[in-house]
C-alpha cells in the first residue's frame, strides 16, 4: 500500500514568499491544527503498519515544515518592526538637531529684560 502525499508545501511556500501579515500566519497554524490532527487520526486508522509509519513520517515532516515557515515569518516581522524603529529614531534625532539653539523655551535666560513693564 502507497501513501499519498498532499500538496501542502505548495500552499505554505507561497505564503512564505509574502512573509508578514497575521493572516498568513493564521493560516499556517490552521494547516498545522490540520496536519495535526491528521497525524492523530493516522494512529487510530485501520491502515497497515508500514503503511501507518510512512504516513505519520510524512505528516510530521510537514509540520516541522510548517513550523519553520511559521517561525521565519515572525522573525520577517521583528526585522521589520525593528528596522521600522531604527527609522523612526533616526528621523527624531535628525529633526531635533535641525531646531533653533536659542528658543525662549530651551533657554529661559534669552527673552529676560525684554518685555519689562517699568510704569507702576
Keep these: 500500500m502507497q501513501v499519498a502525499s498532499t500538496s501542502s508545501t505548495t500552499t505554505t511556500t507561497n505564503l512564505l514568499s509574502s512573509p508578514g501579515s497575521s493572516n498568513d ?23 497497515e503498519p508500514k503503511a501507518k509509519q510512512q504516513k505519520a513520517k510524512l505528516l510530521q515532516a510537514q509540520i516541522q515544515m510548517v513550523q519553520a515557515q511559521i517561525a521565519a515569518i515572525q522573525r520577517a516581522q521583528q526585522q521589520a518592526q525593528q528596522l521600522a524603529q531604527a527609522a523612526k529614531a533616526e528621523g527624531h534625532a535628525a529633526s531635533t538637531s535641525q531646531q533653533p539653539q536659542s528658543s525662549p523655551a530651551k533657554n529661559p535666560s534669552a527673552g529676560m529684560g525684554h518685555s519689562v513693564d517699568t510704569y507702576a
Design 25 to 47: 500566519i493564521a493560516a499556517l497554524q490552521k494547516r498545522l491544527r490540520e496536519l495535526t490532527d491528521e497525524l492523530k487520526g493516522v494512529t487510530s486508522s485501520d491502515m
